[in-house]
T-cell receptor, first 115, second 114 residues
Framework: QKEVEQNSGPLSVPEGAIASLNCTYSDRVSQSFFWYRQYSGKSPELIMSIYSNGDKEDGRFTAQLNKASQYVSLLIRDSQPSDSATYLCAVSPNAGGTSYGKLTFGQGTILTVHP | DVKVTQSSRYLVKRTGEKVFLECVQDMDHENMFWYRQDPGLGLRLIYFSYDVKMKEKGDIPEGYSVSREKKERFSLILESASTNQTSMYLC?????????????FGNGTRLTVT
């Protein structure tokens, strides 16, 4: 059973629209959640982190966390062609109170923003 | 900015060769990681280290070993390379804080084993 699940896509949205990316996780005691963006041929880069239930906004990006539903999402407002990339959801497992930053990644969702 | 440097961008090795992948970080991070990334499988953790000379197996350690003699350097070793180890290898580091800190990745090493 996969621990972190994402729809692999591709998700295609028009320029200016809201892109919604979803992620579910199986470990109920997970504490930290991250969204990474990976352009083709490049390494992942962190764009958002969230630790508490609710919304966290940073510019055009909003991360949403619902621990009861074991669900985390990323909204990208006013999507631009430059947002076209693979978006990786990552979850920190809780092993005895600390996990040394060890993350479990989903497979990633490919987002395409077309002009 | 955190900088994680992987020594090679591309490597081509022959089956059975011993392969060393080197990674250096400049932010005094305690934690270092080696992942491999394959299409359809995502990022999978091979090994990680939370201190000098300490190492822990990740999800897919078979066929690999690691070395961490200095805090800033974490090496991945393929004892006898096989074709199924052809992949993109990503090194990452993070600080040890009260809550989990994000990973900072290197640019990756694309290894081809022929």
């Amino acid at each position: 059973q996969k621990e972190v699940e994402q729809n692999s896509g591709p998700l295609s949205v028009p320029e200016g629209a809201i892109a919604s990316l979803n992620c579910t996780y199986s470990d109920r005691v997970s504490q930290s959640f991250f969204w990474y963006r990976q352009y083709s041929g490049k390494s992942p880069e962190l764009i958002m982190s969230i630790y508490s239930n609710g919304d966290k906004e940073d510019g055009r990006f909003t991360a949403q966390l619902n621990k009861a539903s074991q669900y985390v999402s990323l909204l990208i407002r006013d999507s631009q062609p430059s947002d076209s990339a693979t978006y990786l959801c990552a979850v920190s497992p809780n092993a005895g109170g600390t996990s040394y930053g060890k993350l479990t990644f989903g497979q990633g969702t490919i987002l395409t923003v077309h002009p | 900015d955190v900088k994680v440097t992987q020594s090679s961008r591309y490597l081509v090795k022959r089956t059975g060769e011993k392969v060393f992948l080197e990674c250096v970080q400049d932010m005094d991070h305690e934690n270092m990681f080696w992942y491999r990334q394959d299409p359809g499988l995502g990022l999978r953790l091979i090994y990680f280290s939370y201190d000098v000379k300490m190492k822990e197996k990740g999800d897919i350690p078979e066929g690999y070993s690691v070395s961490r003699e200095k805090k800033e350097r974490f090496s991945l070793i393929l004892e006898s390379a096989s074709t199924n180890q052809t992949s993109m290898y990503l090194c990452a580091s993070s600080a040890r804080t009260g809550t989990d800190s994000p990973l900072h990745f290197g640019n990756g090493t694309r290894l081809t084993v022929t």
